[in-house]
């Protein structure tokens, strides 16, 4: 059994008995019957997406047509669960200290009372902590996924250094996408951002402004 469930069963059994504080005692009967079902589904729920999800979701075709779009939203989303994944990590330390700390107060705590709010505090402490390694598994999940997927549509046919390099070409398809499913039922609002966005893409790349400044001033003299 691995660690995640280890420390959330341990949890649900202690928990159960405090439950005749806010639940009837058949709804605490069928709680406890419950307990390895709510194990299994709290270890098993969905956090963040699929690969599948990835895939058909995230980097769908109309938003990202090519192979160097697709590469570069993966460079995004990899890098904001790493992130998250650093930041979960100090929360994680800060609470394995106010864990420890909890314990000294306890054993040190002479009234009654404040002894019991203080394992409160410890037992929610502890399921924090249960709760953020399972947090912690799936954003590595994401990260690593993202990183197959970079690899896959990673050909060598595009500038894997600068964002920059593909963004005319793809956005430019993507527009054209949209440009293709309106209608006379669009929206005024609507038709103005695409044809616009589409237009001025178009005729910065014909002026060559996006090219470095040397082929830039080439074109211009033409």
């Avoid at 069928?30 to 599948?52: A, G, N």
């Avoid at 980097?59 to 460079?75: E, F, I, T």
């Avoid at 990899?78 to 107060?105: C, G, Y």
């Avoid at 306890?106 to 019991?116: G, H, P, S, T, V």
């Amino acid at each position: 059994m691995d660690k995640e469930k280890r420390n959330i069963a341990t949890k649900l059994e202690t928990e159960s008995k405090y439950l005749t504080n806010i639940l009837d005692k058949n709804d605490v009967k069928d709680f406890k019957k419950l307990i390895p079902e709510l194990q299994d589904t709290w270890h098993k729920k969905q956090m963040f997406r699929t690969e599948t999800e990835m895939r058909f979701s995230v980097l769908s075709d109309n938003k990202y047509p090519n192979r160097a779009s697709k590469y570069w939203q993966c460079v995004r989303e990899q890098n904001t669960h790493f992130e998250n994944l650093v930041h979960l990590s100090f929360d994680a330390r800060k609470n394995e200290v106010e864990i420890e700390k909890l314990k000294i107060k306890i054993a040190k705590e002479k009234n009654k009372l404040d002894k019991q709010l203080l394992q409160v505090e410890l037992e929610e402490k502890i399921y924090g902590k249960a709760s953020m390694e399972l947090v912690a598994k799936h954003r590595m999940r994401e990260v690593a996924t993202w990183s197959k997927l970079k690899k896959e549509f990673h050909n060598g046919s595009f500038d894997d250094k600068d964002v920059n390099t593909h963004q005319a070409e793809s956005y430019k398809i993507r527009l054209e996408h949209q440009k293709a499913t309106l209608t006379p039922g669009s929206s005024q609002p609507e038709v103005f951002n695409v044809l616009g966005q589409l237009d001025t893409l178009n005729r910065v790349m014909k002026d060559g402004e996006l090219l470095p400044n040397k082929e830039n001033k080439k074109l211009k003299r033409k």
